[in-house]
């Protein structure tokens, strides 16, 4: 029978309180979690049960570490082929029959399989992975656990470098993803408070300053707010000059 855990008031861990990789060994997917912290889990009941929710594609996975007392440190998946899913560590009491209190936590994290060649670390505003997208080149993944992602053909060598550096790709591509990602950030799909929209809503008001941000509720404003913004990024880069050149030299300025 599954168990139920209610959601309540509980302590916010830090993601860094344990360390969380991806790996594939002899065909099996497994995910392995060391604690970095213990003074993290000091504190709770030895029985508190300690879980990993992987989030990808609407699949979600609950992983059992077992309780603090008795911990695991590698679980095998049931899930296949996740690339980059959205990780959570919960803490939960365990409570009475089939229901559980959860008393601590930390925020959504992106957790990447450790055999990607291509870099992890995001040191901007947006992900790039190179992924199964076929017959789609790539795909944009938005949710509120971490920075957008977009997923990239992985039969493209280095797709994830060339997704960030090829000008045809930047040129055409990359309007379409700004574009899609600040309409659902000004249409309030997303809240203001988390850390990856705040820094979009930055990003926004350096390359458009001086520009009010439209009501949620006008499509016209927003329209034209984004049209405005998109066209003073690309002038900034020089986006339809870069991609001139990569596909018709002769015909550049």
Known sequence: MRRRIRLTGR???????VDVRLAEIGG????TMTLADQDAFRGFTP???VTLRLVENKRVE??????????????????????????QLRIADP????????IAS?????????????????????NFLADDTAPQPWKLQINDED??????????????????????????ALPIIVRQILDEILRGKHSDDLPWVSAWLRWAELILPNVARPEEEDESARQDYLERLLDSFCGKHDLAEKLLVAVAPEGAS
């Open 106 to 126: 930390t925020d959504g994290w992106t957790l990447r399989g450790e055999n990607e060649n291509e870099p992890q670390s995001s040191r901007g505003i947006l």
């Open 62 to 87: 609950v992983v059992d570490f077992g309780t603090i007392r008795r911990l695991s440190t590698t679980k095998e998946l049931r899930s296949r082929n996740l690339v980059a899913p959205s990780c």
């Open 147 to 172: 920075y957008p992602l977009v997923r990239v053909d992985k039969r493209i060598p280095n797709a994830a470098m060339w997704a960030k550096t090829d000008p045809i790709f930047i040129g055409i």
């Open 47 to 49: 029985e508190a049960k």
């Open 28 to 31: 099996r997917q497994l995910v």
């Open 11 to 17: 302590k916010q861990l830090a993601k860094s309180c």
């Open 95 to 102: 409570g009475v029959g089939q229901r559980a209190l959860l």
